[in-house]
């Protein structure tokens, strides 16, 4: 069983357009995270949400916009994608202290 | 920033016990200190965290020093299937703000 999963795998789209990145974790976990790792393959956070509520948001462009329906989802929005926005896209969740659990990325290519 | 910095490279043969260095000489009374890994390009994995005491477990075993400014993660029979980047990470566990920061980490290359 996959612990914290996302969906697409790969995601190929032009300049400009919206696009969404799924992610459901089975763990029971109350945060959930959002990771970027771009060319340079430097992993950096962009979001944190505990039990649906916004707890960190590391000056993330306001094109990417998450949303957390419920405390095993959590979604990231991006808007008028540019080709800066290529890299690949991690999910992660833990629970108080326990380590974090990622997914294993979506691939996001902007052309 | 990441507080830790590492070796970017390091090289182990089949078999043998990698030993990766990490320093954190900023690091506070409160963080732990973390060791994950990323396989070519799969999500990282957890393998060990400590505070202060040395810790083991099925995948490593974690050196701290008694001043806790740095730490040696060791795989004692290092495979093929070790080989990838490792990143040594402080963390403050204070429940639900506590994130991951991670640096360059060390490409670890178990070769034959």
């Known amino acids: 069983d996959t612990a914290v999963s996302q969906t697409p795998k790969y995601l190929v789209t032009q300049m400009g357009n919206d696009k969404s990145i799924k992610c459901e974790q089975n763990?029971?976990?109350?945060?959930m995270y959002w990771y970027k790792q771009d060319s340079k393959k430097f992993l950096k956070i962009m979001f944190s949400y505990n039990n649906k509520e916004l707890i960190i948001n590391e000056t993330v462009p306001n094109r990417f916009s998450p949303k957390s329906p419920d405390k095993a989802h959590l979604n990231l929005h991006i808007n008028s994608l540019e080709l800066g926005d290529s890299a690949v896209y991690f999910c992660?969740?833990?629970?108080?202290?326990?380590?974090?659990?990622f997914g294993n990325g979506t691939r996001l290519t902007v052309t | 920033d990441a507080k830790t910095t590492q070796p970017p490279s390091m090289d182990c043969a089949e078999g043998r016990a990698a030993n990766l260095p990490c320093n954190h000489s900023t690091i506070s009374g409160n963080e732990y200190v973390y060791w994950y890994r990323q396989i070519h390009s799969q999500g990282p994995q957890y393998i060990i965290h400590g505070l202060k005491n040395n810790e083991t477990n099925e995948m490593a075993s974690l050196i701290i020093t008694e001043d806790r400014k740095s730490s040696t993660l060791i795989l004692p029979h290092a495979t093929l299937r070790d080989t990838a980047v490792y990143y040594c990470?402080?963390?403050?566990?204070?429940?639900?703000?506590?994130?991951?920061?991670f640096g360059t980490g060390t490409r670890l290359q178990v070769t034959l």
């Open positions: 992660a969740s833990s629970q108080g202290e326990t380590p974090l659990h």
């Open positions: 763990l029971g976990h109350d945060t």
């Open positions: 990470i402080v963390r403050v566990n204070t429940g639900t703000a506590s994130k991951l920061t």
